[in-house]
C-alpha cells in the first residue's frame, strides 16, 4: 500500500522559516513526480512546488513563494523536503504532500487531479 509520511510544520512569527518533509512507500516506482500543495480556509487547493525524484531537472516553484520556498529532494528514494522563508501570514494553510509515480513532472504539475496519492496533511501557522 503506497503511503505518504509527512513531516514538520507548526507555528512560526512571520519572518520565520519551516521545513517540510515527505517520505513515498509501498510504491514499485523508484522515482517520480512529487509535489506541495497547499490549501487555506475558503480558497482552492494551490500548487506550491513540484521536484521530480530521479535528479537532473529543475524543480518547479509557484509564483507566490519564489524566492522564498526551495523544494529538494531528500536521502532516501522518493522523499523530499520543502524550506519555507520569509513566511508571512499568507502562508498560513494544510499543507499536502502528492505524489505521481513514474513520470516526469512537467508543466502540469499544478493540476492536483494528476496526483493519485496524497499525505494526510500538515498545518503551517503563520502569525503577525
Known amino acids: 500500500q503506497v503511503r505518504l509520511t509527512e513531516s514538520g510544520g507548526g507555528s512560526v512569527q512571520a519572518g520565520g522559516s519551516l521545513s517540510l518533509s515527505c517520505a513515498a512507500s509501498g510504491t514499485r516506482y523508484s522515482t517520480g513526480c512529487m509535489a506541495w500543495f497547499r490549501q487555506a480556509p475558503g480558497k482552492q487547493r494551490e500548487g506550491v512546488a513540484a521536484?521530480?525524484?530521479?535528479?537532473?531537472?529543475?524543480?518547479y516553484i509557484a509564483d507566490s513563494v519564489i524566492g522564498r520556498f526551495t523544494i529538494a529532494r531528500g536521502t532516501g528514494q522518493n522523499t523530499m523536503i520543502l524550506q519555507m522563508h520569509s513566511l508571512n501570514v499568507d502562508d498560513t494553510a494544510e499543507y499536502y504532500c502528492a505524489a505521481d509515480f513514474g513520470t516526469f513532472c512537467g508543466e502540469t504539475w499544478r493540476a492536483s487531479t494528476r496526483y493519485r496519492w496524497w499525505g494526510q496533511g500538515t498545518q503551517v501557522a503563520v502569525s503577525p
Open positions: 521536484i521530480y525524484t530521479g535528479g537532473g531537472r529543475p524543480p
